[in-house]
Structure formats: structure tokens, C-alpha cells
């Protein structure tokens, strides 16, 4: 066990062997506190293909694995053939917002344990005046107005409402709510978490939150580990064309899309169950003198929480494997990648930066380069240079009723000017 372990991680690598999640010995969990979290660091030398996790599918917190899964689909099964407003997103957010309100009492109680906090780094729950300070006069200062906007009117249209009808049914062997976790705040934070830390897991399961495959920090270009499921599937950010089966992508978007997810691969060539380890040894989690620590959360039992029966589209018999797809040595840290983003969007949908980033951007509307360009050229010639411009591949994009370009830092200015 690192030095830097702590308690909530010792309590949580002791869910996770009950939970039959297996995390290889040379993964080292380090807390670095609440306000910054948790990072992985490598204990041993790892190699390329070693797989350094197995994840139960039925570990992850899902629609279908929650203890509110009843509330869920009753709220599915009131909307007819419509899509239900606790459907997907929306859905794994009220599952988030119930397995908050159990504590102790939730399957997942030492998995959320490490995420508290967390959300609150991300500008959907700044307060008004963080936003007007911290952002004034960026692209994201309007962004994150209108994702709150849109959230609030979602809230208050569909998901309060029925939430409201949940907590006081005619049913009197309802399912017991504590109104104090479900406020507009709660399903603020509980987005936060899904944008920053969810993944597309399969069909069946949907969007879900994956245990220990979330604690990897990003790091732009510098992927260590890959997540993907076991035995079958691998879709990575490329579409394999030699695979059978149509096998695409799920990229990150952003908060108020309907699909804001990290990506998972699904392997489909043949997969191998032994997991090979290379130098890693023994994948079992080392529990060291932990055994001294008392338990205060739940035991997890398995009849209380969703079996995955009902359609036969499950696939529980397939784990999910973090794999490394690059040596990383002794001592260094083990990096997971959201995508080549901007500083904008990872502030956006994952609450920090990254200095000097290669990928990021500075927005220009289209209306003020014309404006600017108006006192010095004639129309004819600005009209030329703008067709230029696009022939150069330099398209507009539309945001916020407004047009603009981005350029990369490669761009040739004088060919434009």
C-alpha cells in the first residue's frame, strides 16, 4: 500500500474486493486530499497489454444496478411510449442523488465517499458571481448561463414533478426519499459528476459510473490505460473497419448534449480471460493491515440490487479491463485520456486546465473580424479574403447564434492577410 493511502481509499479497496473487483498490486490509489482527489500511480513497471483491473459490470452505478431502479422505471412506464424524463442522463443523476441519500446505507457508500467534493469544481455549480468573476468576457461565461438555464427548466418541467410524485404515492410500500438530497442543487452536482466521470458501458446498462475506472487523471496525449470490456468488444477512438459488428466511438461532449460520456472501448476481436500481467504478479488487492480498519458502510448484498434480468440484452457475464496501452515506469503517475480538448472544455466538463495545452483555442466572432477589416478594405476584398479563408478549411461554426473560426496554432496568417 502507498503512503499515500488514506482511510476513505482503504475502505474503498476493501468494497471493491467484496464487490469482486480486482485491481492489480501495482496500482498504487494515492489520496491527495478532497479538493484535488485521487491519482494512480504506478508501483511496478508496467508494460504494454498488461491488464491492471477487472470491473463486474454489475459493480457500476447504473439505472439498472441502483437501489432507486424501481423509481426509475416507474417513471419510465407513466411515460407510455415517450421517452421517459428519467431516462438516461437524467436518470443515472436520480440514481446518484438516491444512493447519496441512503449514506452509509448505499451499496456504493465508499465509492461516493471519494467523490465528495469533487463537483464543485466544475462552473455548473459556481455561484453566480464565481461565473461574472472567473469567466467574464469568455465564450464560457455564456456557455455555462445556458447550461443552468436549460438544467433549471429541465428540473422544474420534468424531473421535480415527478420526483414529487415518487416521494408521495398512493402506494404506501413505496420506496422511502429524503427530500433534503433532492433539491435542484443535488441534480446540479449529480450532472457534474456524470459529465466528468461516466462512461457509455453497453446497451443495456447505458451511461453508468465505473468504479476505480474514473480515479485516472487526464492528461492530454499521454493515454496509459484503456478501459474496454472482456471477453469481446473493443471500440476504440477509431472505428475498426476489420470488425464484424459496427463498432464507433463515443466521444466526450458536452453537459447539455444528450450524450456526455467518456468513451469505452469494446473489444471485438477474441478476447483472453487470463488477463495477463506481465511483471505485475498477483492482481488480487493487497489489504496490507487494513483488516484494522472497521467497515462503516453497508455490506453490498446482492439481493438488494439489480440482477440485470429483463430482456436478456445484459451481457453480464462481461467484465470491464483496464489495459495499458504504453510502458509506464516505477514511481510514475498512470494517465487516462478525456480526448484532445481545449482548455475550455475541460473547465467546462471537467473542472480544471492544463497549462500549455496544445489543443486549446481562442474564439473570434466572425462579426468582429468584418467589423474590424471594414475601416481598412473594401467589401469586395473582404468578401475575397472570406472566401479564402473557408477554401483554407478555416469554416465557420455557429455558437450561441454566433459565427466564428477556429485556428490552429499552425495556421499561415499571411496567406489570409
Known amino acids: 500500500m502507498g503512503k499515500g493511502s488514506s482511510r476513505r481509499v482503504r475502505a474503498f479497496k476493501r468494497w471493491m474486493k467484496r464487490e469482486g473487483i480486482e485491481c492489480s498490486d501495482a496500482l498504487d490509489l494515492r489520496d491527495e486530499g478532497v479538493e484535488i482527489g485521487i491519482s494512480v500511480s504506478a508501483l511496478a513497471h508496467l ?19 441502483t437501489a432507486a431502479r424501481d423509481i426509475i422505471s416507474a417513471a419510465a412506464a407513466g411515460e407510455g411510449e415517450e421517452e421517459s424524463c428519467l431516462g438516461g442522463l437524467a436518470g ?30 466544475l462552473p455548473l455549480v459556481w455561484s453566480a458571481d464565481e461565473v461574472e468573476q472567473l469567466l467574464a468576457g469568455t465564450e464560457l461565461e455564456g456557455t455555462v448561463k445556458e447550461d443552468k438555464g436549460v438544467m433549471w427548466k429541465e428540473w422544474m418541467e420534468s424531473i421535480e414533478p415527478t ?10 410500500a413505496a420506496v422511502e426519499f429524503d427530500p433534503s438530497f433532492f433539491g435542484f442543487g443535488d441534480y446540479l452536482a449529480a450532472r457534474t459528476l456524470i459529465s466528468s466521470r461516466s462512461f457509455q458501458i453497453d446497451e443495456f446498462h447505458g451511461v453508468g459510473m ?17 478501459l474496454m470490456t472482456s471477453p469481446h468488444k473493443s471500440e476504440s477512438n477509431t472505428t475498426q473497419e476489420n470488425n464484424e459488428s459496427d ?46 480498519d472497521s467497515d462503516d458502510y453497508g455490506d453490498g448484498d446482492s439481493d438488494d440490487y439489480g440482477d440485470g434480468d429483463g430482456d436478456g440484452d445484459d451481457s ?16 510514475a503517475e498512470v494517465f487516462n485520456t478525456y480526448g484532445s480538448l481545449g ?3 475541460l473547465l467546462h466538463r471537467y473542472g480544471f486546465t492544463e497549462p500549455d495545452n496544445p489543443y486549446d483555442i481562442v474564439n473570434i466572432d466572425l462579426e468582429l473580424i468584418l467589423q474590424w477589416s471594414s475601416s481598412l478594405f473594401s ?15 478555416y469554416s465557420g461554426c455557429v455558437t450561441h447564434n454566433s459565427e466564428y473560426f477556429e485556428i490552429c496554432g499552425t495556421a499561415f496568417m499571411a496567406q489570409i492577410q
Not at 276 to 290: A, L, M, T, V
Open 316 to 331: 453480464d457475464g462481461d467484465d470491464l479491463e483496464m489495459t495499458m496501452v504504453k510502458d509506464v515506469k516505477l514511481g
Open 379 to 393: 467589401g469586395q476584398h473582404r468578401r475575397a479574403r472570406l472566401s479564402l479563408w473557408k477554401r483554407l478549411d
Open 247 to 292: 463498432t464507433t466511438s463515443t466521444s466526450i461532449s458536452a453537459i447539455h448534449d444528450d450524450d456526455m460520456s467518456a468513451s469505452i472501448t469494446v473489444d471485438e476481436g477474441e478476447g483472453d480471460d487470463s488477463g495477463g500481467e506481465g511483471d505485475n504478479g498477483d492482481r488480487d488487492n493487497s489489504e496490507g493491515g487494513d483488516d484494522d
Open 343 to 345: 482548455n475550455a472544455a
Open 210 to 226: 465505473v468504479p476505480l475506472a474514473d480515479l485516472f487523471n487526464h492528461k492530454t496525449g499521454a493515454e496509459d490505460v484503456h
Open 92 to 121: 443515472l443523476a436520480v440514481a446518484l442523488m438516491y444512493e447519496r441519500s441512503l449514506g452509509e446505507r448505499s451499496r456504493w457508500a465508499p465509492y461516493l465517499e471519494l467523490l465528495n467534493k469533487e463537483e464543485e469544481s
Open 163 to 172: 420526483l414529487l410524485l415518487q416521494m408521495h404515492p398512493l402506494d404506501a
Open 47 to 65: 508494460k504494454e497489454g498488461d491488464v491492471v483491473a477487472r470491473i463486474p459490470k454489475l459493480t457500476c452505478l447504473t439505472t439498472r444496478t
